[in-house]
Nanobody, 116 residues
Framework: EVQFVESGGGLVQAGGSLSVSCAAS????????MAWYRRAPGQERELVAS????????TYADSVKGRFTVSRDNGKKTMYLQMNRLKVEDTAVYYC?????????WGQGTQVTVFS
C-alpha cells in the first residue's frame, strides 16, 4: 500500500525557517520524480516544488523560488523541503506526491502556520 507521511510542520514567525519531511512507502520511490504541494485555506492545492528521481534537477513555484529548497534521500525513501524567509502567505497544509499527473492517494499533510 502506498503511503505518504508528512511531518515537521508547525507555527513560525514570518522571516523564520522550517523544514518538513515526507516519508514514502509502498512503491519504488527512487524511480519517480516527486513534488511538494500545498493547500491554503479556501484555495486549490498548488505545486510548490518538484525534484527529479535522482535529485539532480529541481523546479520551484515563483512564489517560493530563492526561499525554499527541495531535496531527497532515495535510500531513506524520504523527501525534504527546507523553507526559509517564510511569509504569512506560506501558511498552508503541505503534501507530497508524485510530480506527474498520475498521483497516489494523498497523505494527511503537515500544517505550516506563519504569523506576523
Amino acid at each position: 500500500e502506498v503511503q505518504f507521511v508528512e511531518s515537521g510542520g508547525g507555527l513560525v514567525q514570518a522571516g523564520g525557517s522550517l523544514s518538513v519531511s515526507c516519508a514514502a512507502s509502498g512503491f519504488s520511490f527512487g524511480t519517480y520524480d516527486m513534488a511538494w504541494y500545498r493547500r491554503a485555506p479556501g484555495q486549490e492545492r498548488e505545486l510548490v516544488a518538484s525534484i527529479s528521481r535522482s535529485g539532480g534537477s529541481t523546479t520551484y513555484a515563483d512564489s517560493v523560488k530563492g526561499r525554499f529548497t527541495v531535496s531527497r534521500d532515495n535510500g531513506k525513501k524520504t523527501m525534504y523541503l527546507q523553507m526559509n524567509r517564510l511569509k504569512v502567505e506560506d501558511t498552508a497544509v503541505y503534501y507530497c506526491n508524485r510530480a506527474s499527473q498520475d498521483k497516489y492517494m494523498w497523505g494527511q499533510g503537515t500544517q505550516v502556520t506563519v504569523f506576523s
